[in-house]
């Protein structure tokens, strides 16, 4: 099972990630997660992306690709991608990069979300500052039920910053939209509904697939 996630930001890619790489056992690479850890511990690789984090740009695909690259190359039987690829250039570095290891993707998983939701949904966005989870609308309590960490905002997630997230979104990654479908590997579920709601809709699809696979 080798999965990418694609969605806008605040589409829930993050929360949905959470639940299938528990469920399904599968390793999972979110490259925002790897970025903010190497911001919070200030390496060469955080100081340089959190210029473009910051300002609600991309990091360089140079800089992705071979990152991305480096932690697949252990786990080629099984893996969830969030937040990679983003770019038409990452896309075609991944079938390359899977190709040559004749280890293609079992499919990408298209999170839709309408524009309104996504600012919504970002500008009242929390996340634990110790273990990084998105704290569930629904929780009142102010402490992280999995690790009692604080939750916070994050720093990317004011207006202006998530406007140009948006803008980047539609110029830079919704052309991987038409790519996969040209593929035949794009399943999209409906991104507006509950957590759950989502959830159910993408455990059918990925269920579905995964019995394909192993009959
Ligand atoms: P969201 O999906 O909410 O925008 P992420 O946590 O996935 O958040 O990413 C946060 C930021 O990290 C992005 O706005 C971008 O600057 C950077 N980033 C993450 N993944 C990539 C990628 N594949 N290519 C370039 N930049 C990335
Ligand atoms: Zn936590």
Redesign the pocket.
């Known amino acids: 099972m080798r999965w990418v996630l694609l969605?806008?930001?605040?589409?829930g890619?993050?929360t949905q990630a959470e639940r299938i790489v528990k469920d399904f056992k599968l390793p999972h690479i979110?490259?925002?997660?790897?970025?903010?850890e190497a911001i919070a511990k200030e390496t060469d690789l955080g100081i340089k992306?959190k210029e473009?984090?910051d300002r609600?740009?991309?990091?360089?695909?140079d800089?992705?690709v071979g990152i991305?690259n480096e932690k697949l190359s252990s786990i080629l039987e099984g893996f969830l991608l969030?937040?990679?690829?983003?770019?038409i250039v990452?896309a075609e570095e991944l079938d390359k990069f899977l190709l040559k290891n004749k280890k293609p993707l079992t499919g990408v998983l298209l999170i839709s979300v309408s524009q309104r939701t996504i600012l919504d949904r970002?500008t009242n966005r929390f996340i634990c500052e110790k273990c990084g989870i998105n704290k569930d609308p629904s929780d009142t309590g102010d402490k992280c039920k999995k690790c009692g960490g604080n939750f916070v905002k994050?720093a990317?997630?004011n207006v202006e910053t998530v406007k140009k997230?948006i803008t980047?979104?539609l110029n830079q990654t919704t052309p991987l939209i038409e790519y996969y479908k040209k593929k035949k590997v794009l399943y999209e579920v409906n991104g507006e509904g509950t957590p759950f709601e989502i959830y159910n809709e993408i455990k059918a699809t990925l269920f579905r697939l995964k019995s394909e696979f192993t009959m």
């Open positions: 969605g806008a930001p605040g589409s890619k993050g979110a490259t925002g997660d790897i970025f903010r992306a473009y984090i609600g740009q991309l990091v360089p695909d800089i992705v991305v969030d937040g990679y690829p983003r770019t990452q970002l994050r990317d997630d997230r980047v979104y």
